[in-house]
């Protein structure tokens, strides 16, 4: 345990990490975050749900009354 760091020696404890590091956690939080948000809107835009299940030669339930 004697070649272990105490945590007072690691660059990134108790708000030592160099600002080049914060910004770059940012960005990645931000980039992650933008991204989410327009797969979300994407998704929630585009998707559509078909309730026919039917196919040509199975049409399924035919309720019509002909």
């Not at 590091?21 to 998704?43: D, E, H």
């Amino acid at each position: 345990m004697k070649d272990e760091p105490t945590l007072d020696q690691i660059d990134d404890y108790n708000n030592n990490e160099s600002p080049q590091k914060r910004r770059t956690v940012r960005l990645v939080v931000l980039f992650l975050l933008v991204v989410g948000i327009a797969y979300s809107v994407a998704k929630y835009n585009y998707s559509t749900e078909d309730d026919y299940i039917g196919s040509e030669n199975k049409p399924g339930i035919n309720i019509s009354n002909n």
